[in-house]
């Protein structure tokens, strides 16, 4: 389809220009814009947290507050899921290494796979739907109510109060979280394990801690600081921008889990990729 | 009445005189749309000022932009005498402190009880103040808009206009010399609603508060109002006391009292 554009010419004649349509360039074109706008002030929050963390006054109390809410309330769920991968993993591998005749490797091979990769993953995709969603919801609601301008008119600085302590509450609280996760899983993995023969705790344990390396915990660790940092920011970045109105309050809960899970599987590519530079 | 957008001079004999807030040729616009096309008004101390207009007509910006939720494009804000485009963050800080604002929907933290409500304001301003001393506080406030006995609720157990007297307790509590209401009695029946504009009366002989009350309510206004502007198309189309303006010729103005 073209456009045709009637247009008077220095005679006064009417001439007619005609325009190729360009729709779907125009179209491609703002969701790129709005992605780099997206990015780039996703960015400018981020780095405003790092400005505001380091200025006092320092909310101790509300952080104090936010890290029994966000880690201390996720135990139940985080454990829960934890027991369950660690059993399933051990249930599921199981007879393939019986195949190969490795059976005795399962409790080193489901300790790796769990401490490396699957719990830290699982878990901070549990915590993105969990916590990153509750502040990105929680935070759109108090801007909605005008709750964030009420703080701003009581000389609050909300970012600092609201923004800054969730967000290091979720890094803080999410390895401590995996941390736990990797305990229950490797007690799911025990039971697992003991569901079809008979090993001792002993026995299962001193298998596992021999074959797990520091190469196997200490990255795996570290890298859950920023899968919390990734969900807390993006949580908050999706509710204190929210729109106003109700559908801007569920939208931010949403792009806040789907957003958060994304930066998980990307945080974690790079780590992989920085893990096996060193090991190789 | 005045029709033009020319500096008013407000209601002078009633008062002391004292200006608190001035605004000079203010524009506010939000991409192409131009709220607040030339804006000149002046307060007195202790005066309650209506605005009444149609929505969209700019009036919550405006008193947004005298607390510094909205930055002014052009023009001249004064406020208890200190130019607010001139000062900094810290200077600016100590000018909102002066400022209470009753939020339209209440505004009350969700999270908190209605002792933490008040509490919260307290805590920001004066760090160092003794428990007891809050106690008093938070009691005296409650007590001033009849909310002694929700001290232990929380905001959701509330009516509205409970909601409403909760929020301008939490403003009322830092003391604060200039009181801006944002539609204090919107979604309120008629009683309460007039409850809530004899609590405003009550507050600014109590304190001797100058405020601005932005309203569609006209019996508010009749109520409250020491002088009434109405806004249209962005710009101060008719100032006077109630009965001045109730008396106008004008039909558009005559709308409002229909």
Redesign the interface.
Known sequence: MKKIIKKQSSNGNLEEEVFPEITSVKISGSVIERFFEEVSSLTIFALRFFKEIVKP?FEFNEMLKQSFQIGYRSLPLVGITGFIIGLVLTIQSRPTLAKFGAESWLPAMVAVSIIREIIPVITALIFAGKVGSGIGAELA??NV???I??M?????NPFKYLVVTRVLSATLMLPLLVVFADIIGLLGAFVGVNLKGSVSSYLFFSQIFQSLEFIDIFPAFIKTFFFGFAIGIIGSYKGYNSYKGTEGVGKAANSSVVFGSLMVFIIDMIAVQITSFFQN | MTTEATPLKGNNNKRNNMIVVEMIHVKKSFGENQVLCDINLVINKGENLVILGKSGTGKSVLIKCI???DILDDGKLVILGKNISELNDKEL?VI??K???L???G????SMTVRENLE??LR??L?TIPKEKMDMLIKEALEDVGLAETIDLSPSELSGGMRKRLGLA?TLI?KPEIMLYDEPTTGLDPITSKEISSLILEVQKKYNTSSIIITHDINCAKLTADRIIVLKDGICAAEGSYSDLKNSTDAWIQAFFE
């Open positions: 006054p609601s108090m109510t005008e709750q301008d009420a701003k008119v009581s000389c609050t | 607390v510094g939720l800080m909102r402190r400022i209470g604002f939020f339209q929907s505004a009350l933290y969700d919260f304001p920001r301003q760090i939490r830092l």
